[in-house]
């Protein structure tokens, strides 16, 4: 039998159904949450619920897209990308206007645009190109793909953005040891990365350096970056077994709770739906990570298997530091929670890169009709 093209109408129903059906179940669990948490802070959830319900839809037709166009075909423009992603990124570093302390964001249309988002799709696709072709075996192949990587991690970490710093260093590292890296190379890395952190510590900026010390000791700033670690305790701790009921949280209707809608929306669910509804989001979060896992296993094409490896890293990251630092057991990184947080850029990149594991599990199918 050889191998046939399928029509656009044939990928779209061949997707990972199971994939789409979990991540379908956190995107409208995190749109009720976003409205209860922002009818704390803004008094306006119908507002902010319904801007995430129509960045949902732009990023559903970003998924489909995606999954039409098929990854093979993208893969062959993933340089362009990453430099396309390189030069956007520096052009926001010099030109973009000051929020927040940092330069990260621009407007269109009314709009704020985070390109450090977008630009961990394009690494993970110019990483999983690079590795394929240049084994990490060799200390010249390793090297390029940290190379690879430095640019656009650098000047994500001067905006400054130390979260997406660290998802940038998660994806490279499994990365490179899903491509066969020797193993005292990464070693090698890790030590050097280890020894690096009392010279990065020079580089932080101040409020960064809070967040780290806070996370050491919550009590010695608490009514600044303290505070908010506390608050987030509170609410997941008052949520008990059950949880108080939806829209019955009152870490963020008495505006206790800082950025509820964003960087701890996990608390204000928690608070609301307590430790079994915390488990049944955590469960759809595993099932998620396996379905992609299952779509790189199942695929020959090195290429593939890299990009998937980047993804889950990348996702899976993103949800460990989220949920962690709501409880207060990891730094305080201002990571949104993947498919959940409120937020346009965050959401259109995590479901293009979706898109991209259906597309290879779409793959997957059609190489097994064709050995049959």
Known sequence: MTETELSIRDKLLKQDKWLFAALSCLIFTGIMTIFTAAAGFSGNGVAYSSRQLFVVTVSIAAFMAIIAIGHEKIFEYAYPIYFALLFVLLFTLLFAPKSMGSHRWFTIAGWGVQPSEFSKVAVCLGLSKYLSRNPPITLKSYLGALLLVFP???????????????VFIAITLIALFVAGAHKRYLFTTMVLGVLFIPLGWNFLKEY???????????????LGAGYSVMQSRIAIGSGGLWGKGYLEGMQS???????????FIFSVFSEEFGFVGSLI??????FLFIRILIAGMKSRDARSKILVSCISAWIWFQMFESIGMSMGLLPVTGLPLPLF???????????IALGFVSSIHISNIKLYKIEA
Do not use: W
């Open 152 to 166: 656009i991690a650098f000047l994500v970490f001067i905006q400054p953005d130390l979260g997406s710093t660290m």
């Open 281 to 286: 989001v955590l469960s759809l979060f595993c």
């Open 341 to 351: 947080s409120y937020g346009g850029s965050a959401m259109v990149s995590v479901l």
């Open 208 to 222: 960064q350096k809070n967040r780290l010390l806070v996370f050491l000791d919550p009590g010695i700033d608490p």
């Open 253 to 263: 209707k008495l505006r206790f709770l800082p950025e509820a809608h964003t960087d």
